[in-house]
Each structure stands twice: as C-alpha cells, then as structure tokens.
C-alpha cells in the first residue's frame, strides 16, 4: 500500500476522531458523514490490489492494516450511535456489508464473530422498517451476506 495512501487514511481518521470527540458533540449531518466517510474508507482500502497478498502474508503490514480497519469499525460504529435513528442503522449495515468483503484476518475474532451473530438480526429489523433507506441497505446487506456464506460453503467444500 502506497504511503501517500497511508498518509491520506491516517489524516481522514484523524479529521473524522477529532470531529466525534468534540464538545459539544457532532451534529446529525456531521455523524452521517463522518459514518459514510468511514465505510468509503473501508471500500478504498478494499480496492487496493495488495490488499490480499498483505493480509495472508501476515507480520508488520498486516497488523497495520488489521488496526486500521479496526479504526474505521470505531468511527463508523461512534458516529452511528450519536443520533439512535433508522438512517444511522442503514448506514451501519452499509458498514458491515462492506466489511464481508474483508478477509477474516484482518478482522479481530470478536468482530467476525459478531458480524455473523448479530448480522442477521439487524438485516431482519432493517427488512421491516419503515425507512427505504434501511430496508435498502438490509437488503444489500443481505445479498452480500448470501454471497458471502455461499462463497464460504463453497470454500469449504472444495478443501475437504
């Protein structure tokens, strides 16, 4: 990963960790971009071509990746919780469709763990909203996740 790359995340992280931790806290507009800002991060270091090579190869790299995913799960999930409406709960399933994409290893336990307990109970809340915009986002969320344990049956079928 390139380190003007590197340079841009880490500034946006810091931008977005001093706007959340503001007194007086941020308003509902600067949450929702400090949320959507975190999953269009999530979804650049997703789209660079080294992004698989670094996670399975493991050592320094991957661990910095790992914690900078990490940080973006903390913003996303920090600016989702300031304001409890529907708009947030979408923009969290956006986050977490996003992150099905990521390889395990980059993903603490805890957190893949919690994204297949808890995924499906929240795409079944976002499936009876009365928002479109959450029922939207369940809805992508849950094709991503079909896809997502399709491809892990698949995985496994194949290596046993």
Excluded: W, Y
């Excluded at 919780?81 to 977490?96: G, N, R, T």
């Excluded at 603490?108 to 959450?134: N, T």
């Excluded at 996740?145 to 892990?152: G, I, N, S, T």
């Amino acid at each position: 990963m390139g380190n003007s790359f590197r340079a841009h995340l880490g500034t946006c992280l810091g931008v977005a960790s001093s706007l959340l931790l503001s007194d007086p806290p941020p308003n509902v507009h600067i949450a929702h971009a400090i949320a959507r800002l975190s999953a269009s991060l999530l979804s650049a270091l997703l789209a660079t071509p080294e992004l698989h090579s670094i996670s399975t190869a493991g050592g320094k790299p991957a661990a910095q990746m790992a914690k900078m995913v990490r940080r973006f799960g903390v913003l996303n999930s920090a600016a989702c919780s300031i304001v409890p409406q529907q708009s947030f709960d979408a923009e969290m399933l956006h986050f977490m469709r996003i992150s099905l994409d990521l390889p395990l290893s980059l993903l603490p336990f805890f957190s893949a763990d919690m994204r297949a307990r808890l995924l499906p109970e929240q795409i079944m809340i976002g499936l009876k909203s009365v928002d479109p915009i959450h029922r939207r986002s369940a809805l992508q969320c849950q094709r991503a996740l079909c896809e997502f344990q399709a491809d892990r049956h698949q995985d496994a079928f194949l290596v046993s």
